[in-house]
Every structure is written in structure tokens, then in C-alpha cells.
């Protein structure tokens, strides 16, 4: 059973960083993507950043090229969401994400690609 924990949420200022963190597990192969989408109250999912696990590409949404940074680590089975020039309108729920389809470059930055999530951490930009 496919299982998504994330970590690292919590308050900072406009402008700072932080990064978030997603232990994978049950995974069977090495052919799956973690994504990252975050959820504003009242507003729809929305797609952050995917890495393959297995190659290593990497993919991100508009609203965060250039600040955002999505990376593996091997050894601890861990996909980091480096956050920098954080934004006031940007707080929310963070969610990681597995997919276990077939690789799908099309439909990546779509919720109904993914079939596990974690339970989401919080992340408030505030000064």
C-alpha cells in the first residue's frame, strides 16, 4: 500500500523559504511520479511541481518556475519542495501525490492522475 508523509510546513515571511518534505513507501518499482499541489480554502487543487522518480525529470507549474525547486532523495526514499520568494498569496495546504500509471507527460500536473495522497502540511506566508 502506497503511503505519502509529508513534513516541514509552517509560517514564514513574504520573500523567506522553506522546505517541505514527502517520505514515499509500498511502492513496488521505481517507475512512479511524486507530485506536489497545494489547496487554497475555496479555491480548486492546484499543481506545483512533479519529478519522476525513476529518471529524474522534473516539471513545474507557471505560477512557480524559478522559485520552486523539486529533488530526490535516494537513500531516504524522500522527494523535497525547496519553496524560495514566497509569495502572501500563496499559503495553503501543500499535498504529495504518487502516480503509478503510465507515464503521461500530458496529464502530470492533473489530481485524477495520482492515486495516493499524503495528508497535507500547512504552509502560511504572513509578515
Known amino acids: 500500500q502506497l503511503q505519502l508523509v509529508e513534513s516541514g510546513g509552517g509560517l514564514v515571511q513574504p520573500g523567506g523559504s522553506l522546505r517541505l518534505s514527502c517520505v514515499a513507501s509500498?511502492?513496488?518499482?521505481?517507475?512512479?511520479?511524486i507530485g506536489w499541489f497545494r489547496q487554497a480554502p475555496g479555491k480548486e487543487r492546484e499543481f506545483v511541481a512533479a519529478?519522476?522518480?525513476?529518471?529524474?525529470?522534473?516539471y513545474y507549474g507557471d505560477s512557480v518556475k524559478g522559485r520552486f525547486s523539486i529533488s530526490r532523495d535516494r537513500s531516504r526514499n524522500t522527494v523535497h519542495l525547496q519553496m524560495n520568494s514566497l509569495k502572501p498569496e500563496e499559503p495553503a495546504v501543500y499535498y504529495c501525490?504518487?502516480?503509478?500509471?503510465?507515464?503521461?507527460?500530458?496529464?502530470?500536473?492533473?489530481?485524477?492522475?495520482?492515486?495516493?495522497w499524503g495528508q497535507g502540511t500547512q504552509v502560511t506566508v504572513s509578515s
Open positions: 519529478l519522476s522518480w525513476s529518471g529524474g525529470s522534473t
Open positions: 501525490a504518487a502516480s503509478v500509471r503510465p507515464y503521461n507527460i500530458l496529464a502530470i500536473s492533473t489530481t485524477k492522475q495520482y492515486d495516493s
Open positions: 509500498g511502492f513496488t518499482s521505481d517507475h512512479y511520479v
